[in-house]
DNA sequence: AGATGAACATGATGTTCATCA
DNA sequence: TGATGAACATCATGTTCATCT
């Protein structure tokens, strides 16, 4: 008895008393889609968001998508790796890859049940009001 | 040149850097919408909303209602009107009236282009990572 | 006890600074 | 100068306290 702790730690890292999804979720999953898709590093994975989301007016800031992925990383869900950019100035950046398919199936399916949540949430208003 | 400065206040009110609604705005729409409908105080605002979204696991505090009402009254949205409980306890009670209509629909076109706004945002994010 | 409101605390996010290559 | 990261600041929201009937 007394729902599962763990459950509601869970749950306080997507949203606050049920109200819509925090950024920092928000923006994890697309950190790892990407990932699966790309050979990135941080600031790309900044650029790439924002591009997508230019015409919604989003924009986040590079210190959260940090945040993010090394969360990502504590979480066993990517891994960082250093590598050497080409060009003039060899600069060392961090790559990011998946690090466990079955961690990334894990929080892929809580955010789907959580976008689709929000996503009610919004329908809802737009009935209610509108 | 250079945005709008009060255009751009309205937006800050509304959302930071374009992610998803702010539940105080959120909260507005529907103390509108009811506000519109019924005569309630307070409590019963948050009632009625808590009910509504029961089923989201949505459950906000009653100090936002009342910060998000108390903002209404000072942009000239609703208007504030002391009752007198009926029942055995004579309590005074506060209960919130539309003030001003032309500010109820700018308000309301203001909330609609907003939630499509983030309606989007989901929408996106279910496609693009599902 | 129910209602209103303010004061205070916390936590998510944004801004700025530091360091390295 | 671009990239990474941490430190720090701010502000939205939640928790607690005070007051009144």
Redesign the interface.
């Known amino acids: 008895m007394a729902v599962n702790a763990t459950e509601e730690k869970a749950k306080r890292e997507l949203h606050s ?5 925090k ?1 920092r979720a ?1 923006l994890k ?2 950190l ?2 990407l990932a699966e898709k790309k050979r990135l590093y941080g600031l790309q994975f900044l650029d790439e968001i924002r591009e ?2 230019r015409s ?6 590079h210190s959260e998508i940090y945040k993010a992925l090394h969360e990502l990383v504590d979480e066993g869900i990517l891994k960082r790796i250093k590598i050497k950019k080409e060009g003039a100035k060899f600069q060392e950046v961090v790559i990011y890859q998946i690090h466990n398919m079955d961690e990334v199936r894990r929080y ?1 399916k809580l ?2 049940v959580e ?12 009935r ?3």
Do not use: H, M, S, W
């Open positions: 008393r049920g109200y819509l999804l950024q928000f999953v697309y790892i889609t997508n989301f919604y007016g989003y924009r986040p800031v892929k955010l789907l976008l689709e949540r929000c996503r009610g949430l919004l329908d809802r208003a737009l209610d009001n509108f």
